[in-house]
């Protein structure tokens, strides 16, 4: 009998790896089309459509050499998005943390009070005309770069998921450290964020990930191209060669000069390849990270 649950164990584990390896490659598939079609003649593109195995003679560097036509500016605006994601994410998971514990606390009296107050701003707003009259004629937020960081910083889902996490240490760890002389900051940088390690490293990833996509706050505030950040760069070269399209169909230049279609993949592979790189750093808390406030049997 042994043998038999041996045997089936083995077999099961078998078929799940085949299962689970399958459905990555599946996964890992559109980026390879992505980086592959970067790299394709734009007029092989428009008359072959996108392969996986494309011939040598279609291989194209092109789009690559168009969107770096400009080097300064890219470098540039990737010094602004690592600056603006390192230093919102630090700030923003420690607010969130930080008043998801405060209002986790049993010993707070107005914890329930206050928890409304955030989840009511979830439902109603002042609308997208105020906020913008208030940040750039009283926060003065135009062409500075804070304005990339302020309207991102605090998250009232990030700071449920932090509540819910919180619930979950013993209040008697605070007790304790109350005893020894540690003051309420002490104890939730020295005890309380060290516990939280998965929710740190959950609300990181999807706070980061946040900052590093924005250019929507960027469209708005900053009027000069030294400030962009990464991702509106990006959307100003593609509307550039997207305009010089037109203006080569007009004149009857041919069309397939400019890589429209590749430009889209290549900027894709620009934007998207270091946030990538983050997650098998943070992939040991992840999962845990994402149970967080799930309900337990």
Known sequence: MKVKKGKDKKI???????????????????????????FT???????EGYSFFPAAESFSAEAYR?????????????GITLFVTVTGTLAA????????????????PWRNQASFFF????LFSGGLVPWYLMCSRFFKFNNHIYSLILPCLFS?????????????????????????GAGDFYTFRKIILPTAKPLVATLGLFTALTYWND????????????????????????NSSEALKRIAS?????????????????MTVIATGPIILLYPFLQKYFVKGMTIGAVKG
């Open 250 to 266: 007009m004149t009857g230049m041919q069309v397939g000069q400019v890589p429209t279609e590749g430009l889209k993949l290549s």
């Open 119 to 122: 989840f009511f701003t979830t």
């Open 156 to 180: 009232v889902w990030n700071m449920i998921i932090a509540k819910s996490f919180m619930k979950g240490i013993p209040f008697e760890m605070t007790e304790a450290a109350k005893v020894d």
């Open 66 to 78: 168009m969107a770096f036509k400009s080097p300064d500016t890219i470098v540039k605006a990737y």
């Open 41 to 47: 003649r734009e007029s092989v593109i428009l008359t």
């Open 215 to 238: 250019w929507y706050n960027c469209m708005l505030f900053m009027s000069t191209g030294g400030t962009w950040n990464l991702q509106y760069t990006l959307q100003n070269i593609l």
């Open 12 to 38: 099961f584990l078998g078929i799940s790896y085949v299962l689970v390896t399958l459905f990555a490659v599946l996964c890992l598939l559109p980026f390879y089309l992505i980086l592959v079609g970067s």
């Open 93 to 108: 998971v420690f607010l969130s943390a930080m008043t998801g514990y405060v209002l986790a606390r049993p010993d707070f």
